[in-house]
């Protein structure tokens, strides 16, 4: 079934995960997974993880979870110069892995478009 729609996606930390795994051992791995609004499909990942990992497991892989050096960078209004030009090596890397694929941003905020360089000079 999931997550029901407009709901908020919670972000479990591992030993919250191994106290539902635990808990699912004793009470049933169906009733656990209504009781804490998990989908019963992604409790049974979360014991198959844990018998063959431990809580290490069920630590999280997602983008979200690993700390970054760059995270909240571009909303920081007082940046060291490493920042700055850390923040700008990124906007190249970017731009340019864009130019690769074949298209260009025109404009920003919401009037942002992306352009197609197919049959134009991309040298300027």
Known sequence: MGRPKGTKNNMRTPEEKERIVLESREAGSRPTAAKYGVAHNLLLRWCRKYRE???????????????????????????????????????????????????????????????????SNTKS
């Open 53 to 119: 990992s431990g809580i290490d497991g069920l630590r999280s892989r997602s983008g979200r979870a690993r700390p970054g050096r760059l995270i909240g960078l571009q909303r920081k209004k007082n940046r060291t110069r490493e920042e700055e030009l850390e923040l700008e090596n990124l906007r190249l890397k970017v731009e340019n892995e864009r130019l690769k694929k074949g298209y260009r941003v025109k404009g920003g905020g919401r009037g942002k478009e992306f352009v197609t360089t197919k049959g």
